[in-house]
């Protein structure tokens, strides 16, 4: 089964709008953070957003927040008023178990999105 | 503050062959990880490292090796290349291992590799 499932290929909108994509995950661990990540057509992964499973609070970063519902395992990436530069590919990501500091994730498929003028 | 420095680039093999990628972390980071990134089969995991240890391994067959050195670069290596090969290497580093943090981490431009 899948780790995490990311159910949108590919996500269209226009400059200004608000944007949600979708994160599944499955795990039996208590303890695990989950990621976003971006990716332009450069390469680089880039960090954008992280939600740790004891924070009881969503996470925010500027122009992107987490809407972490724990009892759904859902983790949804918001970005509000798009750019341009926000086209990419974005992916969620889960780290499992108590090593909370460690560099081993399990990457979803992945949503493009494309922003429009 | 320089970022993850992954080489080379870009980079053509022929089936057979093998190919060393190298990954020079953010200074202070002690561990870094390496991922391969298909089409086919997305970001996969394939070894994680702290202090010159294999602390985590993906599933992939033992042609994938790595290792880390006491300043904390690491690298890859891939033997016996297959076409399947083919794909692009990303490394990333943080800070610790061991203790919570924020769990940011921060990934290098990658390796292309094509194998021929």
């Known amino acids: 089964a899948q780790k995490i499932t990311q159910t949108q290929p590919g996500m269209f909108v226009q400059e200004k709008e608000a944007v949600t994509l979708d994160c599944t995950y499955d795990?039996?661990?208590?303890?695990?953070?989950l990621f976003w990540y971006k990716q332009p057509s450069s390469g680089e992964m880039i960090f954008l957003i992280y939600?740790?499973?004891?924070?009881?609070q969503n996470a925010t970063e500027g122009r992107y927040s987490l809407n972490f519902q724990k009892a759904r395992k859902s983790a949804n990436l918001v970005i509000s008023a798009s750019q341009l530069g926000d086209s990419a590919m974005y992916f969620c990501?889960?780290?499992?178990?108590?090593?909370?500091?460690?560099?081993?994730?399990?990457f979803g498929k992945g949503t493009t999105l494309s922003v429009s003028s | 503050k320089a970022g993850v420095t992954q080489t080379p680039r870009y980079l053509i093999k022929t089936r057979g062959q093998q190919v060393t990628l190298s990954c020079s972390p953010i200074?202070?980071?002690?561990?870094v990880s390496w991922y391969q990134q298909t089409p086919g089969q997305g970001l996969q995991f394939l070894f994680e490292?702290?202090?010159?240890?294999?602390?985590n391994k993906g599933n992939f067959p033992g042609r994938f090796s790595g290792r880390q050195f006491s300043n904390s670069r690491s690298e890859m290596n891939v033997s016996t290349l297959e076409l399947g090969d083919s794909a692009l290497y990303l490394c990333?580093?943080?800070?610790?291992?061991?203790?919570?943090?924020?769990?940011?981490?921060?990934f290098g431009e990658g390796s292309r590799l094509t194998v021929l």
């Open positions: 990333a580093s943080s800070l610790a291992f061991g203790r919570r943090n924020t769990g940011e981490l921060f």
């Open positions: 795990t039996s661990d208590q303890s695990y953070g």
């Open positions: 939600q740790g499973s004891y924070d009881e």
């Open positions: 990501a889960m780290r499992e178990g108590a090593n909370q500091a460690g560099t081993a994730l399990i």
């Open positions: 200074s202070g980071h002690r561990s």
């Open positions: 490292y702290f202090s010159e240890t294999q602390r």
